[in-house]
């Protein structure tokens, strides 16, 4: 099959897929030896694979769990509060659309009341102003000039957008930014060792992600996990392909990495956008919401760039392994639901307290949550 050059396809390579997958399942499954489960790591394939059907078009024995592919969902409590912290002493704070419902801990802020996320600061007179970019951010406060603060959310792709404009010396001195982003290859370690007892036999590694830090930044996980991978794109015949490649490679014992979206993954990846990151962050162990710490899986900025980190400038603690604690609401699963050990319908919460209207819990707040894609779209079934 190949495919890889393709954004579209019709319905009869669909189909062919679909038949590929059936007639490869039951030899895969007999020489694992139980029910495979391939973990689908970002929140844009989990929301192709819902909003497409494909779980309903898997045969039995195969199971496509979610991963933790979602910046916004692990975005630690604590960095919330602060920048909430900050818009109620009358810093500007800048966001992006889905970090400004993220709720925060809910912790009281002086006579200000609780507001758990930005979007409720605001309404308390908070200053927040919602930005589709960081260059956005960097011209709104140039403009402004008024003291602000970035809320920096995300995963490897997101960070070279920051890490440019700092490096390039285009950020003016007002505007500083809280470094929250976090490194893919780190947790998906973390999550394999949270799976041990059920074993996760695939990998869908993230597409957008691997077109920063190329598809070789996965090699690992076939090599010390014995484990097939991968790098796919968002269409859903992609997703069909990574599949049956998946189990094809189970059914051989032959576990390797595949790049199925190199029209737009190299195996360098983007070699520009990660001497940016690496120029003005050096890797730390860090934080993820309701996990804690995992070993390096966050960026921090080098002391040449001290001056844009938020934390150092207005004295605020970082957060240490020792202070941190459990940072979810009461009755949230998206620990679990954010390692693929439950589903958004395990919880309780789900569409009853919890909407994407109303959300109580961060997975359900950006629209690459998987509990947000499963209300939005009816549900992986
Ligand atoms: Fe958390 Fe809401 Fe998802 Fe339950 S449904 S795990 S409360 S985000």
Not at 25 to 30: F, K
């Amino acid at each position: 099959v190949n495919l890889y050059g393709l954004w579209r396809v019709d319905k009869k390579v669909i189909d062919r897929l679909v038949e590929l997958i059936h007639r490869v399942a039951p030899i895969a499954i007999r020489r694992v030896g139980g029910t495979i489960k391939i973990m689908d790591f970002c929140g844009t394939h989990e929301h192709s694979i819902v909003w497409n059907g494909i779980r309903s078009l898997m045969p039995e024995g195969v199971e496509l769990v979610a991963g933790p592919g979602c910046p916004v969902c692990i975005t630690p409590a604590y960095y919330v509060d602060i920048a909430i912290k900050f818009a109620l002493e009358g810093i500007r704070v800048y966001t992006y659309g889905d970090a400004y419902r993220l709720p925060g801990s809910g912790r009281p802020f002086g006579d200000k009341g609780r507001p758990r996320s930005l979007e409720e600061a605001r309404a308390l007179g908070g200053d927040v102003v919602v930005v589709y970019s960081f260059m956005d951010a960097v011209k709104h406060a140039k403009r402004d000039g008024k003291e602000s603060v970035f809320l920096a959310v995300g995963f490897e792709t997101t960070a070279p957008a920051v890490a440019a404009p700092l490096v390039n010396g285009v950020v003016p001195e007002n505007l500083t930014i809280i470094n929250v982003h976090r490194l893919t290859p780190p947790i998906l370690r973390y999550t394999f060792e949270r799976h041990r007892n059920a074993p996760i036999r695939g990998v869908i590694a993230p597409g957008h992600v691997s077109a920063v830090i190329g598809a070789k930044a996965w090699e690992f996980v076939p090599r010390e996990y014995g484990v097939p991978t991968v790098v796919a794109g968002f269409e859903a015949h992609d997703i069909l392909l990574a599949i049956f490649h998946i189990l094809a490679m189970l059914a051989e014992g032959r576990p390797r990495l595949i790049n199925e979206y190199k029209r737009v993954v190299r195996w360098e990846g983007n070699t520009v956008a990660q001497r940016y990151i690496n120029e003005c962050c050096e890797v730390t162990d860090a934080a993820w919401r309701g996990l804690g710490f995992v070993p390096q899986s966050g960026l921090a900025f080098r002391d040449k760039y001290r001056r844009y980190d938020a934390m150092y400038q207005y004295g605020i603690k970082e957060l240490t392994p020792e202070e941190w604690s459990y940072d979810l609401p009461p009755g949230c699963r998206c620990a679990e639901v954010t390692l693929g050990l439950a589903k958004p319908t395990d919880c309780p919460l789900f569409m009853k307290v919890c909407t994407p209207g109303t959300p109580y819990g961060p997975c359900m707040v950006s629209i690459e949550g998987t509990c947000s894609v499963w209300a939005r779209f009816g549900g992986g079934g």
